[in-house]
């Protein structure tokens, strides 16, 4: 199969295939002059997806969100694409619901990642699901890239530099890292940021694309998961080790975040079953 870039790639099988994946990954492709100006498909295109299963895994590359946005998988949830394409997505598939500002949604089932590098984040994140924290990082340090880019896709947008560059939040961000099992208020980081609460926030929406709250829950919890995967600490234990003071608290993040409980979650990765209560 030639591609627009002049180069032939070797296709081993038909689209039999999607029928039985459990994954079927979208690689990045342009939307084309045909879909832009209507919204619509290919009939060989339509007539491949749609012989994927109900229950397929289905994650779409960079701007091959629009080949899902108009076979109706992303009608109704939320979706990223390329920052550059998003306001064009949402021009198109209104009843789709763009966010520019991340580098992957996971929805489940069906994922979509922003442009370029943000392929790898979300690629990463699925090894993180399917096989640990542990082979997800190692995977990352043999590809030479990072295991987790905090963040959104926001902070890579360009903007006008702001005359004060010196005062990034940086410093708080690992600060906060440090100290993950202590009660860390929005206060608190900006006291730390030498910055009014209004200010910090606003930087650190500019530099990350996420709030400092939203970010801290997320930290804590890809932590949470690091130590359910490689320790047998029980419940009781991990939550306040991570900040959520009690495990109500973890098991309502892990469900809202990752569908199930902190105890099933080590269950599906083989970690070992804690020994003790405390």
């Known amino acids: 199969m030639r ?21 079927v990954v979208l690689a990045t492709q342009e939307p084309g002059e045909h879909l ?6 290919p009939e060989e295109l339509t007539a491949a997806l749609d012989r ?3 229950r397929t895994r289905i994650v779409s590359l960079c701007t091959s969100a629009f080949l899902l946005a108009a076979a109706g998988l992303l009608d109704g949830r939320r979706a990223t694409t390329h920052w550059a394409l998003c306001d064009a997505l949402a021009r198109l598939f209104p009843d789709v619901e763009i966010d520019p500002d991340v580098l992957f949604v996971d929805n489940g089932r069906i994922l979509t990642s922003a442009g370029g590098a943000a392929g790898i984040d979300l690629c990463l994140h699925l090894v993180r699901l399917d096989h640990g924290a542990a082979v997800a990082s190692a995977a990352a340090r043999r590809c030479v890239v990072a295991p987790w880019r905090e963040g959104g896709q926001v902070q890579f947008i ?6 004060d560059t010196d005062r990034s939040t940086s410093a708080t961000r690992q600060w906060a890292l440090d100290r993950l099992a202590e009660p860390i208020t929005l206060e608190d980081m900006a006291r730390h940021a030498h910055m009014s609460v209004r200010t910090f926030t606003r930087r650190f929406r500019s530099e990350m694309g996420s709030s400092p709250l939203k970010w801290l829950a997320q930290r804590r919890l890809v932590h949470a998961r690091l130590l359910l995967e490689s320790t047998d600490l029980p419940v009781a234990r991990i939550a306040p080790a991570c900040g959520f003071g009690d495990p109500v608290a973890l098991r309502k993040h892990f469900h809202t ?22």
């Open 36 to 41: 832009l100006a209507t919204g619509k498909l």
């Open 52 to 54: 994927i299963g109900p």
């Open 158 to 163: 360009e903007h006008p530099v702001p005359q």
């Open 257 to 278: 975040y990752l569908g199930l409980s902190p105890l099933a979650y080590r269950r599906a990765h083989n970690a070992p079953e804690p020994t003790t209560a405390w």
């Open 3 to 23: 591609t627009h870039e002049d180069y032939r790639i070797v296709v081993d099988h038909d689209e039999s295939v999607l029928e039985t994946a459990h994954t």
